[in-house]
């Protein structure tokens, strides 16, 4: 019965802001075990953003890095990617993705940067 649910996405101009939640239900581990990846339209899955350091310190792939910030709320089973100065680039489903094995994964979410 676990079950990764992301929201927040949506169509935005480039430069725009959106903020993404992930929550996660039926599990055991802590939020910060939940990474954020994405997929544009004909690319492989990539990564995006995760905690490292148990939840101490962050990493983010070069392309988002000083745009993007992962956060967490331990109490809510939540973590978020705060997405700023969007660009075209960005458009794709995002999903949260948990770092334990099995690993899970949620329905993904659409971000859609476009003038």
């Known amino acids: 019965q676990v079950q990764l649910v992301e929201s927040g996405g949506g169509l935005v101009q480039p430069g725009g802001s959106l903020r993404l939640s992930c929550t996660a239900s039926?599990?055991?581990?802590?939020?910060?075990?939940l990474n954020w990846y994405r997929q544009p339209p004909g690319k492989e899955r990539e990564f995006v953003a995760s905690f490292t350091n148990s939840g101490t310190s962050t990493r983010y792939a070069d392309s988002v890095k000083g745009r993007f910030t992962i956060s967490r709320d331990n109490v809510k089973n939540t973590v978020y990617l705060q997405m700023n100065n969007l660009k075209p680039e960005d458009t794709a489903v995002y999903y949260c993705?948990?770092?334990?094995?099995?690993?899970?994964w949620g329905q993904g979410t659409q971000v859609t940067v476009s003038s």
């Open positions: 039926g599990v055991t581990f802590s939020s910060y075990f």
């Open positions: 993705k948990s770092s334990t094995s099995p690993a899970f």
